[in-house]
């Protein structure tokens, strides 16, 4: 498989445990939920594009936040 920036077929994969929150400034959203979730990230070492898939389950829950907040009215601001 190749780079889709660059087209290198120099890719590595890599075990990785992210936390997804939305953005702050300063403390602004710190108070928003987050989402655990432990992609593979593949990482292109030519050009450094990365890229990850979340699994159904923190898909999900990722979606649920973002639709529960905006439904309230209450959208994330950055």
């Not at 939920?33 to 990482?43: E, G, H, K, M």
Request: with cysteine; glycine share 6%.
């Amino acid at each position: 498989m190749s780079c889709k920036a660059c087209g290198s077929p120099d890719q590595k994969q890599f075990p990785t445990e992210i936390n997804i929150h939305p953005p702050t400034r300063g403390l602004k959203n710190m108070d928003k939920p987050t989402v655990s979730a432990s992609p593979t990230i593949l990482l292109c070492s030519n050009c450094g594009f990365a890229e990850f898939v979340l699994k159904d389950d923190e898909r999900e829950r990722l979606e649920g936040i973002y639709r529960a907040v905006w439904a309230n009215g209450r959208e994330f601001s950055a």
